[in-house]
């Protein structure tokens, strides 16, 4: 572990909320362990060990019924550890994984197999190294025709030169945490105008997640809570939320994952608003089949 990187919350409180029956958290992650699934060489961070029986035992601690499991850079392209924690969880796991063009449809048969329903294109320059946008393009078509989708990941001040980028992929897009806005900038700010912007045509879905990352102010992070009401209140059926345990490389403060559930219904004052967030919306995306 870097001598900087703050380990996972070894207690999280029992949130005063409590989730609806079927409830997804829809972001978090795996991490090792290094000594069964090294980390990649190519990291930009070395982060503590967070295996899935941590992981699944926080899920029923906060009231969760399913999980789905985010590949992470500092496992790089090796997707063995989600794919190992997916097929522990007993169908009550989906995954996003990390692929490059060398992936072969064998191997993409494989994940599928094991509940894998999306690539993620990460696009911050501190986590990752660039990679042609027409690889990903051409990731994003092979994936489709299994049904899958695209989780992108990316910083407010890059939507105007990647919009149409994202517009040209051929299946439903996840954007990670609102896509990320400065909260200082307020509301009417031209970078949350452009995402809402995007966020009108119907393929697009966010996540209202990580109000930990967003904060300036700190616990219980008001000045996010605007940002991701407005999301939710006008794209009811296209937002999903995540804790994203084990919150990798967070530097001013560890949060407290049951005071995340909690601002929960901050952000989705009605019962309609979070059963949507929750089950209806993740379930749609992640479990059409339609398992309870």
């Given at each position: 572990?870097?001598?900087d990187?703050?380990?996972?919350?070894?207690?999280?409180?029992?949130?005063?909320?409590?989730?609806?029956?079927?409830?997804?958290?829809?972001?978090?992650?795996?991490?090792?362990?290094?000594?069964?699934?090294?980390?990649?060489?190519?990291?930009?961070?070395?982060?503590?060990?967070?295996p899935?029986?941590?992981?699944?035992?926080?899920?029923?601690?906060?009231?969760?019924?399913?999980?789905?499991?985010?590949?992470?850079?500092?496992?790089?392209?090796?997707?063995?550890a989600?794919?190992?924690?997916?097929?522990?969880?007993?169908?009550?796991?989906?995954?996003?994984?990390?692929?490059?063009?060398?992936?072969?449809?064998?191997?993409?048969?494989?994940?599928?197999?094991?509940?894998?329903?999306?690539?993620?294109?990460?696009?911050?320059?501190?986590?990752?190294?660039?990679?042609?946008?027409?690889?990903?393009?051409?990731?994003?078509?092979?994936?489709?025709?299994?049904?899958?989708?695209?989780?992108?990941y990316?910083?407010?001040?890059?939507?105007?030169?990647?919009?149409?980028?994202?517009?040209?992929?051929p299946?439903?897009?996840?954007?990670?945490?609102?896509?990320?806005?400065?909260?200082?900038?307020?509301?009417?700010?031209a970078?949350?105008?452009?995402?809402?912007?995007?966020?009108?045509a119907?393929?697009?879905?966010?996540?209202?997640?990580?109000?930990?990352?967003?904060?300036?102010?700190?616990?219980p992070?008001?000045?996010?809570?605007?940002?991701?009401?407005?999301?939710?209140?006008?794209?009811?059926?296209?937002?999903?939320?995540?804790?994203?345990?084990?919150?990798?490389?967070?530097?001013?403060?560890?949060?407290?994952?049951?005071?995340?559930?909690?601002?929960?219904?901050?952000?989705?004052?009605?019962?309609?608003?979070?059963?949507?967030?929750?089950?209806?919306?993740?379930?749609?995306?992640?479990?059409?089949?339609?398992?309870?």
């Open positions: 572990m870097d001598p990187y703050l380990p996972f919350h070894p207690s999280p409180s029992k949130p005063a909320f409590t989730p609806p029956p079927g409830a997804v958290d829809a972001h978090c992650h795996v991490f090792g362990p290094g000594e069964v699934f090294p980390y990649a060489p190519e990291r930009k961070y070395t982060p503590c060990d967070a899935k029986e941590a992981l699944f035992a926080l899920r029923d601690h906060l009231g969760f019924s399913r999980n789905v499991i985010v590949q992470a850079t500092c496992h790089g392209r090796d997707n063995r989600l794919l190992d924690a997916l097929r522990a969880a007993g169908g009550r796991a989906r995954g996003v994984a990390a692929v490059g063009p060398e992936i072969t449809d064998a191997a993409l048969t494989e994940m599928d197999a094991a509940g894998v329903r999306a690539v993620r294109f990460n696009f911050l320059k501190r986590l990752v190294d660039a990679a042609p946008r027409e690889d990903f393009l051409g990731i994003a078509r092979r994936v489709a025709r299994l049904g899958w989708h695209v989780v992108v990316f910083e407010a001040a890059d939507l105007a030169d990647l919009a149409p980028f994202l517009e040209r992929l299946t439903t897009v996840v954007i990670d945490h609102m896509g990320r806005p400065d909260v200082t900038k307020g509301l009417d700010h970078d949350f105008r452009r995402f809402l912007a995007l966020m009108e119907p393929k697009f879905w966010t996540k209202a997640s990580c109000p930990e990352r967003l904060t300036r102010l700190g616990p992070y008001d000045d996010v809570v605007p940002f991701a009401r407005t999301l939710i209140e006008r794209f009811p059926d296209r937002v999903l939320w995540g804790t994203d345990w084990p919150h990798p490389n967070m530097k001013s403060h560890m949060p407290d994952d049951g005071a995340l559930v909690d601002f929960i219904p901050r952000i989705a004052p009605t019962a309609a608003q979070r059963h949507a967030l929750l089950v209806d919306n993740p379930k749609r995306l992640y479990w059409p089949e339609g398992t309870a």
